[in-house]
Nanobody, 124 residues
Framework: QVRLVESGGGLVQAGDSLRLTCVAT????????MGWFRQAPGKERVFVAG????????THADSVKGRFTISRDNAKNTLSLQMNSLTPEDAAVYYC?????????????????WGQGTQVTVSS
């Protein structure tokens, strides 16, 4: 079993930056591709960014491309999301996810492990 714990969320103003972190514990050797998703109130959980096991391949949703950057440090079992130029449209609960296969996918159902989420609020 793998446990994921996110941190770094908070209340910021439009244009500010935040860095989210996700720490994996447990049977982390089984974790391959990882990703970040977000869910705004009343909306579906959507893909934000994904990264392969070795970090060489990343994918970002069009809505965050150029502003957000996903990265990982396998030595520390840590996944990060650097978020710059935040807008009110970025406000949501952000979730860290991991899957057993080393293919980045955008469907939430394809991920095997999930964190509890961290709230990001952006004021205009």
């Amino acid at each position: 079993q793998v446990r994921l714990v996110e941190s770094g969320g908070g209340l910021v103003q439009a244009g500010d930056s935040l860095r989210l972190t996700c720490v994996a514990t447990g049977r982390t050797i089984s974790v391959n591709a990882m990703g970040w998703f977000r869910q705004a109130p009343g909306k579906e959980r959507v893909f934000v960014a994904g990264i392969s096991w070795n970090g060489r391949t990343t994918t970002h949703a069009d809505s965050v491309k150029g502003r957000f950057t996903i990265s990982r440090d396998n030595a520390k079992n840590t996944l990060s999301l650097q978020m710059n130029s935040l807008t009110p449209e970025d406000a949501a609960v952000y979730y860290c996810a991991a899957r057993l296969q080393n293919i980045i996918v955008t469907e939430a159902d394809e991920y095997d492990y999930w964190g509890q989420g961290t709230q990001v609020t952006v004021s205009s």
